[in-house]
């Protein structure tokens, strides 16, 4: 099977076979004419689909209580917010960190981010803040925007990687707030993933990707956002953007002005999710231009993604955005490299989306994606 993902601008974000080929996913019409995601209905994981040795999978419009007793406990709970699923422990217990960073294959190096049930329980948690973050948190909170403040004493070291910063938001997401709220403590969560690989916005992916190595996975249906928080450091004058998210560039500055965009590290990371070489599949997948794959990767089995028309492109498979959408786009980004990824093929070549909006932070996960392999000759 050939898959080619393509941005055709006026039915837009398509993930397309080859004619004449199976096509991967669901929800093809036979006339090869595009179907808005609304068509397809939510995929759920359920209890009596979980295979033995995987996790407890819980509705979370019924299982807030016994998910919250895990986590006072010390165990791991997978939950969903508006950016993807998170990987859940309370910060407040070095022990239940350090599971995080064993069930992920974390290094211990890379910082979680702690979440809180209320933008109230900042300064109950860390003392007084700078009065720009305090103004960040009161303009986008609940939502996806993580701050860098000074650690508290209160969070052990571990959380933080050994930084004297610790990165945290309030999810906007009612069952993570409610979460939070009944468990009582802040929680560590960075995604639900094996570290460098994918990141979930469903709870299958969870289940698929880390199994029992979580305690319960709350099911709270496909995540909104699908792309992480952007995270930001205000404690100085300029805000700076330590990593592009699903908070667009745009709207911090039209909340604070001007911003400084620093994304990236390839040392010590000063943030969460900041690597070079992160979010990848497990298939190869290499940045190519526009209108084909590089010379040396022709006649390879794989898969093809970016904007602009593919020639020759069959019917659509996944539709990402029919309106051309890019937060639209964003949201399902990492649900159609999932599929992908599953589908057998032998890489995939992609290209970037429109530079602006929440598509910066699009390109900025692939590019990332891309940096995990390396061309052969």
């Known amino acids: ?13 398509l993930v397309r076979p080859r004619p004449g080929t199976t096509g991967v996913g669901h929800g093809a019409p036979p006339d090869g004419s595009a179907r808005p995601p609304t068509s ?20 979370a419009d019924s299982g807030i209580a016994e998910a919250a007793s895990v986590l006072r406990t010390g165990g791991l709970v ?44 900042l300064e109950k948690l860390v003392g007084p803040v700078p009065a720009a973050v305090t103004a960040l948190a009161e303009r986008f909170w609940p939502g996806p925007l993580t701050l860098i403040v000074d650690r508290p004493a209160a969070i052990p070291p571990i959380v ?9 938001r309030v999810p906007d997401n009612a069952y993570a707030r409610a979460l939070i709220a009944e468990a009582g403590v802040p929680v ?5 993933n094996r570290f460098g690989q994918l990141s979930p916005t469903r709870a ?5 990707g880390l199994g029992a190595a979580v305690d319960v996975v709350l099911d709270g249906g496909p995540a909104r956002c699908g ?15 330590l990593r592009l998210g699903a908070l667009p560039v745009e709207a911090l ?7 400084t965009v620093r994304p990236g590290s390839s040392g010590q990371p000063v943030a969460p999710g900041t690597l070079a070489a992160h979010y990848a599949p497990r298939t190869p997948l290499r940045l190519g231009a526009r209108g084909g794959p590089p010379a040396a990767h022709r006649g390879r089995r794989g898969g093809r993604a970016g904007p602009g028309p593919a020639a020759g492109a069959g019917g659509a498979v996944e539709v990402l955005s029919a309106a051309g959408d890019l937060t639209e786009a964003a949201a399902r980004l990492f649900d159609a490299l999932h599929e992908l990824d599953a589908a057998g093929v032998g890489e995939i070549l992609v290209e970037p989306v429109p530079e602006v909006g929440v598509g910066r932070a699009i390109n900025d996960r692939l590019r990332r994606a891309a940096a995990t392999w390396h061309p052969t000759a």
């Open 227 to 241: 792309i992480e928080s952007t995270i930001v450091d205000a404690r100085g004058g300029r805000p700076v953007v």
């Open 204 to 208: 299958e992916h969870v289940v698929r």
């Open 253 to 259: 500055e039209e909340a604070a002005g001007p911003v």
């Open 1 to 13: 099977m050939r898959i080619r993902w393509s941005l055709d601008t006026p039915r837009s974000f």
């Open 78 to 121: 997978a939950f969903p917010t508006e950016t993807v699923y998170g990987l859940g422990a309370n910060a407040l217990d070095a022990r239940a960190a350090a599971r995080i960073f064993e069930a992920k294959a974390r290094p211990s190096f890379d910082p979680l981010i702690t979440h809180l049930a209320d933008a109230a329980e």
């Open 40 to 59: 397809r209905p939510p995929r759920q994981v359920s209890v009596g689909g979980v295979t033995t040795g995987s996790p407890r999978v819980l509705p």
């Open 188 to 192: 560590a969560a960075p995604s639900a």
């Open 160 to 168: 933080t990687s050994g930084l004297a910063t610790m990165a945290v």
